[in-house]
Protein backbone atom coordinates (compact mmCIF):
# COMPACT_ATOMS: atom_id res chain seq x y z
CA UNK A 1 0.00 0.00 0.00
CA UNK A 2 3.16 1.85 0.70
CA UNK A 3 4.57 1.98 -2.63
CA UNK A 4 1.38 2.36 -4.22
CA UNK A 5 0.58 5.75 -2.38
CA UNK A 6 4.13 6.78 -3.40
CA UNK A 7 3.50 6.50 -6.74
CA UNK A 8 0.07 8.12 -6.76
CA UNK A 9 1.48 11.11 -5.21
CA UNK A 10 4.07 11.27 -7.99
CA UNK A 11 1.16 11.46 -10.50
CA UNK A 12 0.65 8.21 -10.98
CA UNK A 13 -2.68 6.31 -10.85
CA UNK A 14 -3.90 2.53 -10.17
CA UNK A 15 -6.11 1.26 -13.19
CA UNK A 16 -8.38 -1.83 -12.55
CA UNK A 17 -9.38 -3.06 -16.78
CA UNK A 18 -11.85 -6.24 -16.77
CA UNK A 19 -12.52 -5.99 -20.73
CA UNK A 20 -11.98 -2.43 -21.16
CA UNK A 21 -8.79 -2.76 -22.57
CA UNK A 22 -6.02 -6.54 -23.70
CA UNK A 23 -3.56 -5.48 -20.97
CA UNK A 24 -3.51 -7.13 -17.23
CA UNK A 25 -5.92 -6.34 -14.70
CA UNK A 26 -3.55 -4.04 -12.77
CA UNK A 27 -1.02 -1.65 -14.17
CA UNK A 28 0.64 1.96 -12.40
CA UNK A 29 0.55 4.07 -15.49
CA UNK A 30 1.61 7.87 -15.91
CA UNK A 31 -1.02 10.21 -16.48
CA UNK A 32 -0.04 11.08 -20.27
CA UNK A 33 -0.05 8.02 -22.46
CA UNK A 34 -2.07 8.55 -24.83
CA UNK A 35 -0.33 11.58 -27.08
CA UNK A 36 2.24 11.10 -29.61
CA UNK A 37 5.27 8.93 -28.18
CA UNK A 38 7.47 11.03 -26.55
CA UNK A 39 10.78 11.86 -26.84
CA UNK A 40 13.52 10.62 -23.96
CA UNK A 41 14.58 13.50 -21.58
CA UNK A 42 17.80 13.31 -22.87
CA UNK A 43 19.53 11.34 -20.04
CA UNK A 44 22.83 9.63 -20.43
CA UNK A 45 22.79 5.52 -21.08
CA UNK A 46 23.63 4.04 -18.16
CA UNK A 47 27.02 2.50 -17.83
CA UNK A 48 26.47 -1.36 -19.73
CA UNK A 49 26.67 -4.40 -17.67
CA UNK A 50 29.45 -7.10 -18.68
CA UNK A 51 29.59 -9.06 -15.32
CA UNK A 52 27.80 -10.52 -12.51
CA UNK A 53 29.52 -8.62 -9.83
CA UNK A 54 28.43 -5.84 -11.81
CA UNK A 55 24.78 -6.83 -12.07
CA UNK A 56 24.43 -7.39 -8.37
CA UNK A 57 25.70 -3.74 -7.93
CA UNK A 58 23.33 -2.34 -10.47
CA UNK A 59 20.42 -4.37 -8.52
CA UNK A 60 21.53 -2.73 -5.28
CA UNK A 61 21.86 0.04 -6.11
CA UNK A 62 19.70 3.06 -7.26
CA UNK A 63 19.04 2.14 -10.86
CA UNK A 64 15.81 1.27 -12.28
CA UNK A 65 15.17 -2.06 -14.17
CA UNK A 66 12.35 -2.66 -16.76
CA UNK A 67 12.12 -6.41 -17.06
CA UNK A 68 10.67 -7.25 -20.12
CA UNK A 69 9.20 -9.84 -22.38
CA UNK A 70 7.62 -10.16 -26.07
CA UNK A 71 5.52 -13.52 -27.19
CA UNK A 72 5.05 -14.43 -30.62
CA UNK A 73 3.03 -15.82 -33.06
CA UNK A 74 4.04 -17.04 -36.58
CA UNK A 75 2.62 -15.74 -39.85
CA UNK A 76 4.24 -15.38 -43.73
CA UNK A 77 7.51 -17.20 -42.53
CA UNK A 78 7.55 -13.91 -40.10
CA UNK A 79 7.45 -13.54 -36.21
CA UNK A 80 4.60 -10.96 -35.16
CA UNK A 81 4.12 -9.94 -31.81
CA UNK A 82 1.05 -11.19 -29.89
CA UNK A 83 2.27 -10.36 -26.25
CA UNK A 84 4.49 -7.89 -24.26
CA UNK A 85 4.68 -7.58 -20.72
CA UNK A 86 7.32 -5.80 -18.06
CA UNK A 87 7.67 -4.93 -14.52
CA UNK A 88 10.11 -2.48 -12.50
CA UNK A 89 12.05 -4.88 -10.64
CA UNK A 90 11.04 -4.78 -7.08
CA UNK A 91 8.86 -2.61 -7.43
CA UNK A 92 4.98 -2.23 -8.32
CA UNK A 93 4.50 -0.80 -11.61
CA UNK A 94 4.09 -3.55 -14.58
CA UNK A 95 1.94 -3.92 -17.63
CA UNK A 96 1.00 -6.57 -19.66
CA UNK A 97 -0.38 -6.15 -23.50
CA UNK A 98 -1.94 -8.72 -26.21
CA UNK A 99 -2.05 -7.16 -29.72
CA UNK A 100 -4.99 -8.18 -32.21
CA UNK A 101 -3.47 -9.25 -35.39
CA UNK A 102 -5.66 -10.26 -38.51
CA UNK A 103 -3.23 -12.48 -39.85
CA UNK A 104 -3.34 -14.62 -36.53
CA UNK A 105 -5.21 -17.75 -37.21
CA UNK A 106 -9.65 -17.14 -37.04
CA UNK A 107 -9.44 -19.37 -33.52
CA UNK A 108 -7.45 -17.06 -32.24
CA UNK A 109 -8.82 -13.91 -33.26
CA UNK A 110 -12.42 -15.04 -32.01
CA UNK A 111 -10.05 -16.32 -28.95
CA UNK A 112 -9.38 -12.64 -28.45
CA UNK A 113 -12.48 -10.91 -29.46
CA UNK A 114 -14.38 -13.23 -26.61
CA UNK A 115 -11.65 -12.58 -24.07
CA UNK A 116 -11.77 -8.60 -24.20
CA UNK A 117 -15.44 -8.72 -24.73
CA UNK A 118 -14.47 -6.40 -28.47
CA UNK A 119 -16.56 -6.05 -31.24
CA UNK A 120 -14.60 -6.71 -34.59
CA UNK A 121 -15.24 -3.48 -35.56
CA UNK A 122 -12.90 -2.03 -32.78
CA UNK A 123 -10.27 -4.22 -32.87
CA UNK A 124 -7.62 -2.84 -35.07
CA UNK A 125 -7.83 -0.26 -31.49
CA UNK A 126 -5.42 -3.10 -29.91
CA UNK A 127 -2.70 -3.72 -32.86
CA UNK A 128 0.64 -3.02 -32.44
CA UNK A 129 -0.17 0.42 -34.98
CA UNK A 130 -2.01 1.63 -32.25
CA UNK A 131 -0.42 0.18 -29.03
CA UNK A 132 3.35 0.43 -30.18
CA UNK A 133 3.21 4.42 -29.57
CA UNK A 134 1.40 4.39 -26.49
CA UNK A 135 3.95 1.51 -24.65
CA UNK A 136 6.86 4.00 -25.73
CA UNK A 137 4.82 6.60 -23.85
CA UNK A 138 4.99 4.16 -20.76
CA UNK A 139 8.02 3.07 -20.56
CA UNK A 140 9.10 6.56 -20.96
CA UNK A 141 7.32 7.50 -17.58
CA UNK A 142 8.17 4.51 -15.94
CA UNK A 143 12.19 6.27 -16.75
CA UNK A 144 14.06 2.77 -16.25
CA UNK A 145 17.68 2.80 -16.39
CA UNK A 146 18.19 -0.40 -17.96
CA UNK A 147 16.14 -3.10 -19.82
CA UNK A 148 16.68 -6.63 -18.67
CA UNK A 149 15.48 -9.69 -21.17
CA UNK A 150 16.43 -13.48 -20.97
CA UNK A 151 17.46 -13.30 -24.84
CA UNK A 152 16.55 -9.99 -26.03
CA UNK A 153 17.79 -10.61 -29.89
CA UNK A 154 13.95 -11.39 -31.21
CA UNK A 155 12.53 -9.15 -29.22
CA UNK A 156 14.56 -5.56 -30.09
CA UNK A 157 14.16 -7.32 -33.54
CA UNK A 158 10.38 -7.55 -33.68
CA UNK A 159 10.22 -4.11 -31.79
CA UNK A 160 12.90 -2.83 -34.75
CA UNK A 161 10.57 -3.80 -37.48
CA UNK A 162 7.46 -2.56 -35.90
CA UNK A 163 9.20 1.09 -35.36
CA UNK A 164 10.08 1.20 -39.41
CA UNK A 165 6.52 -0.03 -40.29
CA UNK A 166 5.60 3.13 -38.03
CA UNK A 167 8.48 5.28 -38.69
CA UNK A 168 8.28 6.36 -35.37
CA UNK A 169 11.56 8.36 -34.66
CA UNK A 170 14.53 6.43 -33.75
CA UNK A 171 15.03 8.70 -30.37
CA UNK A 172 11.82 7.78 -28.94
CA UNK A 173 12.80 3.90 -29.52
CA UNK A 174 13.69 2.94 -25.86
CA UNK A 175 15.11 -0.67 -26.97
CA UNK A 176 17.52 1.70 -28.75
CA UNK A 177 17.72 4.46 -25.97
CA UNK A 178 17.86 2.72 -22.34
CA UNK A 179 21.17 0.16 -21.42
CA UNK A 180 19.94 -3.53 -22.66
CA UNK A 181 20.95 -6.34 -20.32
CA UNK A 182 20.91 -9.19 -21.70
CA UNK A 183 20.52 -11.84 -19.15
CA UNK A 184 20.87 -15.33 -20.25
CA UNK A 185 24.13 -14.32 -22.61
CA UNK A 186 25.31 -13.16 -19.54
CA UNK A 187 24.88 -16.03 -17.45
CA UNK A 188 26.64 -18.26 -20.30
CA UNK A 189 29.14 -16.07 -20.37
CA UNK A 190 29.88 -15.61 -16.35
CA UNK A 191 28.58 -19.08 -15.32
CA UNK A 192 28.92 -21.48 -18.51
CA UNK A 193 32.23 -20.27 -19.23
CA UNK A 194 30.54 -18.72 -23.14
CA UNK A 195 28.95 -21.85 -24.01
CA UNK A 196 25.44 -21.41 -25.36
CA UNK A 197 22.90 -20.18 -22.49
CA UNK A 198 20.32 -22.26 -21.07
CA UNK A 199 16.06 -21.47 -21.99
CA UNK A 200 14.73 -20.02 -19.36
CA UNK A 201 12.57 -23.11 -18.08
CA UNK A 202 15.91 -24.75 -18.03
CA UNK A 203 17.44 -22.18 -15.66
CA UNK A 204 14.70 -21.75 -13.04
CA UNK A 205 14.86 -25.79 -13.02
CA UNK A 206 18.37 -25.38 -12.18
CA UNK A 207 17.87 -22.80 -9.39
CA UNK A 208 15.24 -25.07 -8.17
CA UNK A 209 12.85 -21.79 -8.37
CA UNK A 210 8.76 -22.55 -7.94
CA UNK A 211 7.21 -23.38 -11.87
CA UNK A 212 5.71 -20.55 -13.65
CA UNK A 213 3.83 -20.73 -16.64
CA UNK A 214 6.74 -20.19 -19.18
CA UNK A 215 6.03 -18.68 -22.86
CA UNK A 216 3.47 -16.15 -21.11
CA UNK A 217 5.00 -12.74 -21.14
CA UNK A 218 4.03 -11.95 -17.41
CA UNK A 219 5.19 -15.02 -16.16
CA UNK A 220 8.09 -15.12 -18.41
CA UNK A 221 8.76 -11.69 -16.55
CA UNK A 222 8.11 -12.75 -13.32
CA UNK A 223 10.64 -16.26 -13.53
CA UNK A 224 13.63 -13.36 -14.30
CA UNK A 225 12.88 -11.20 -11.93
CA UNK A 226 13.11 -13.97 -9.21
CA UNK A 227 16.47 -14.62 -11.04
CA UNK A 228 17.65 -11.48 -10.74
CA UNK A 229 17.10 -11.71 -7.17
CA UNK A 230 18.92 -14.32 -7.18
CA UNK A 231 22.20 -12.70 -8.28
CA UNK A 232 21.49 -9.32 -6.26
CA UNK A 233 22.89 -11.88 -3.63
CA UNK A 234 26.47 -12.23 -2.95
CA UNK A 235 26.39 -15.54 -3.33
CA UNK A 236 30.17 -16.11 -1.16
CA UNK A 237 28.73 -14.27 1.81
CA UNK A 238 25.26 -16.13 1.68
CA UNK A 239 26.56 -19.51 2.11
CA UNK A 240 28.92 -18.58 4.95
CA UNK A 241 26.21 -17.50 7.22
Known amino acids: MAEQ ?7 YAPIHFSSLFPISQYIMVGQNLNGSAAAPVGRA ?7 LTQLRAVLNGSARLLILD ?5 AGNQNHIFQLAGRIYGQAEKFNYYFFNSQQT ?4 LQFLR ?3 VPFSQAQQYTVKYQLPRII ?18 DFKALQRAANRLA ?5 RFWNTIQAINLEKLVAQQVWNGQKALGLKKMCQLLN ?3 FKFHQAQHDVRAIEVILKFYSLDLSRELLL
Open 168 to 172: LPKQN
Open 115 to 117: RYD
Open 5 to 11: QRLQEAG
Open 106 to 109: DARQ
Open 209 to 211: LPP
Open 137 to 154: NLVASLAPDYLVSWDNSQ
Open 45 to 51: KAAPVES
Open 70 to 74: LEFFQ
